[in-house]
Every structure is written in structure tokens, then in C-alpha cells.
């Protein structure tokens, strides 16, 4: 247990809690019996909500929102922030070549299709290859160019579908 209190001290050192009341009472009667787990435990949630913790932790994000910009004639909306702030970008100065990438359930599809159906609207051409043919509803609607990819049945690679 005493690396359990080392640890902890390593905690209130590196976020500066010290002068927080409730932790240093906490820390010091886990010192004088560091084998009492039910204050460890304690002592680990008190760490875990305090404000400068969460503070701490928030100003560490690796993907800093940009700040938001105010709306421009031929903007897209590309979403909104956890405030609620929308991010926008211009169509005109759009790149070649988008690429969306993510994990399972995080948006890409609606995110994708956001821009495109935006695009749409201000008479931009577009090329969209669809591997999971997610899209392809409004293929059939639209100015577009899609290629979906399949299986060809008799080999093993990939064959172009338009």
C-alpha cells in the first residue's frame, strides 16, 4: 500500500491540490494507516472531481477546437462544437480530395453526406467513391458521380460499379 500512497502524492503534487482541505485531512490520515483502502479509494475519487483536475484535463486535449468563425456566403456547415459554436468552411476554397476517417458510430457517414448535400446545393461537381455504399440514396437524384466497390463474385479483387 505504500505504493498506493506514493501514488496518490504523485497526484496532489503534479495537480497542486495541497491547499484543498478535504484532500490534505484525507492524505494525512491515509499516511498515518496506508493500509485503510476505503480512504485510498476515497482519496482517488476526491482527486478525480476536483475542479482543478478537470481543468487540468480539459486544457490537455490533443484536438483543440479552433474558434469559431461567422458565417460567409458560400459557407458549408461542417458541425457544431460541444457549445454548440458552428464550424464552417468555405466551398470555394474546399480541397480535391476529402477523406473522412473515424471509428464505428462517430458520424462519418452523416458528416459526408452533410457536405455533400451542401456542395449540391451551390452546383458543386463532385466524384464519391462509396465503399460501403452508404450514399448511394442520392446518387440517383443528383449531378453525381459515384463508384461503389464490390466483390466480383469470380475473383478476388475489386471491381469499379457506376
Known amino acids: ?67 469559431p468563425k461567422p458565417y460567409k456566403e458560400d459557407d458549408i456547415l461542417l458541425g457544431t462544437d460541444e457549445n454548440n459554436n458552428p464550424y464552417y468552411i468555405n466551398a470555394k476554397s474546399f480541397v480535391k480530395i476529402l477523406l473522412v476517417m473515424g471509428a464505428i458510430g462517430f458520424g462519418k457517414t452523416y458528416v459526408t453526406l452533410n457536405i455533400i448535400l451542401q456542395l449540391l446545393a451551390q452546383k458543386v461537381r463532385l466524384l464519391v467513391i462509396d465503399f460501403k455504399k452508404d450514399l448511394r440514396g442520392i446518387a440517383a437524384g443528383a449531378n453525381l458521380v459515384f463508384f461503389f466497390f464490390a466483390k466480383n463474385p469470380t475473383s478476388n479483387g475489386t471491381h469499379f460499379k457506376r
Open 1 to 67: 500500500m505504500i505504493n498506493n500512497l506514493q501514488s496518490i502524492k504523485d497526484k496532489i503534487d503534479f495537480y497542486d491540490l495541497w491547499k484543498d482541505p478535504k484532500i490534505l485531512i484525507s492524505f494525512i490520515s491515509l499516511a498515518r494507516n496506508p493500509e485503510d483502502t476505503t480512504t485510498a479509494f476515497h482519496l482517488n475519487q476526491l482527486i478525480k472531481i476536483h475542479p482543478k483536475v478537470l481543468k487540468k484535463q480539459l486544457s490537455n486535449n490533443p484536438f483543440p477546437c479552433p474558434e
